[in-house]
């Protein structure tokens, strides 16, 4: 442990391949992220309407399986699960170009896929995050979650990149299969983290799934520090999920997107995901997390300016871009520096259920807002619809802002939250 408490984390044979598997599934993932869309507006034909639908297939798991997902997290060892939930993945996505061959690719398949995937999504990665406070000390969480997300935009920046490639050069479907590869590989990697993992506490004998969820949402709900971050993070998650259910279509069919420059304008805006990574560990030094998180959050609004204002053509594609660029740059800063805060102020014997509870109201609220956006789009139009969603993006500022967040235990990377209620910091220009 020592060497994981000084060395580099690059050192760390159990962390490399643990953030290699995240990165080699975040490159399949970036490629079903063009593809998808894809298959459905242009192969199927989808309305409006029917993508918000396989939008809303995508995000209700999260709403369905977070909570028990967070008990089997607790009571079981995180490595089996971690690898099933990929493997799951993989045969679910497996089927898209199965089915296309066959002439059965239908919505109501893509559905399926989307929604058996995002299962399996939940459970692996409900399993993968719980798991790193185990394999690293609690020093070490900044630096891991912001390597991971470095990683994570770079992966899926060049996913992005990937996928328009594959989807020109073989078509959409058949780019699924790069999908299926990479969950398969990722399976592989985690089951070679030998890092040896403590044994799950044993539920008393009348716990029961009821009980152990019940005292996992007592402990957030309660909790001084962790509560507030829950709660502005629903409010930012929601206003997204509702954007991207709406940006895809009006990029294909207003501004008329290639599928290249689709996944050009993914890949530049995972690389401000990146550049977000990189200097999340100095600012959250210089300026506490705080601060730097309401900063994040005021500058959201912002971005979305460019896609309002664009028209078809090279350089609203390169101001689209841009905005998105900075977006998930921000959104990199201030999910990292909530998600180790919370990682750090956490009992170790609640980090699934934690984590869980917090996945369950945040991207709860993913489902509603995909269906939101499709009534949105229908009945006020794609343009009207992305406005609402722009000025919406207002509100995880205001919500973070108003909260009392008192101070927590040394935080992660020796910044500790302010005494004070973050309602009475204001975030200054430029930080």
């Given at each position: 442990m020592a060497a994981t408490e000084e060395g580099s984390l690059w050192r760390h044979p159990g962390f490399v391949?643990?953030?290699?598997?995240?990165?080699?599934?975040?490159?399949?993932?970036?490629?079903?992220?063009v593809a998808l869309p894809l298959i459905a507006v242009v192969a199927l034909h989808a309305s409006v309407w029917q993508v918000a639908l396989l939008s809303f297939a995508q995000k209700l798991p999260p709403l369905l399986v977070s909570l028990p997902a967070g008990v089997l997290a607790d009571r079981h060892r995180k490595r089996p699960v971690m690898v099933g939930a990929a493997l799951a993945s993989g045969a679910a996505f497996l089927v898209v170009p199965l089915a296309d061959a066959s002439g059965r690719l239908s919505l109501g398949l893509l559905y399926g896929v989307a929604m058996v995937s995002a299962v399996s999504e939940v459970f692996g990665s409900t399993a993968r995050i719980s798991f790193l406070p185990s394999l690293l000390p609690r020093s070490r969480l900044l630096e891991a979650n912001s390597k991971l997300a470095g990683v994570n935009s770079l992966a899926d920046s060049a996913g992005s990149q990937l996928g328009g490639t594959l989807v020109t050069a073989l078509g959409a479907t058949h780019a699924v299969y790069l999908d299926v590869a990479s969950y398969l590989t990722c399976a592989l990697l985690l089951t070679r983290v030998r890092t040896p993992e403590a044994a799950a506490a044993r539920p008393a004998r009348s716990a029961?799934?009821?009980?152990?969820i019940a005292e996992g949402m007592r402990y957030v709900w309660s909790h001084p520090t962790i509560r507030p971050l829950v709660l502005a993070a629903t409010a930012y998650v929601a206003v997204t999920a509702f954007l991207t259910t709406l940006w895809s279509v009006y990029l294909l069919r207003q501004l008329h997107y290639s599928s290249a420059a689709l996944g050009s304008t993914l890949s530049v805006a995972a690389l401000g995901g990146l550049c977000g990574a990189v200097v999340v560990r100095p600012v959250v030094a210089r300026y506490g997390p705080v601060r730097v998180m309401l900063t994040s959050l005021a500058l959201a609004p912002f971005t979305e300016v460019p896609l309002l204002l664009a028209a078809p053509g090279r350089p609203w594609q390169v101001a689209v871009g841009l905005g998105m660029f900075v977006q998930l740059g921000c959104a990199v800063v201030q999910g990292s520096t909530q998600r180790t805060v919370r990682?750090?102020?956490?009992?170790?014997?609640?980090?699934?259920?934690?984590?869980?509870?917090?996945?369950?109201?945040?991207?709860?609220?993913?489902?509603?807002?995909a269906l939101l956006a499709g009534a949105a789009g229908t009945w006020l139009g794609l343009w009207n619809g992305l406005a609402v969603g722009t000025l919406a993006l207002a509100v995880p500022f205001a919500v973070l802002r108003s909260s009392p967040l008192p101070e927590a235990p040394e935080a992660p990377g020796g910044t500790a939250v302010p005494k004070k209620p973050i309602g009475h910091v204001c975030p200054q220009k430029g930080k």
């Open positions: 391949r643990y953030w290699s598997a995240n990165a080699v599934d975040l490159v399949g993932s970036g490629v079903t992220q029961t799934f009821r009980a152990d990682q750090a102020v956490c009992d170790p014997a609640l980090q699934g259920r934690m984590l869980a509870t917090s996945r369950w109201v945040v991207y709860g609220s993913q489902p509603v807002a």
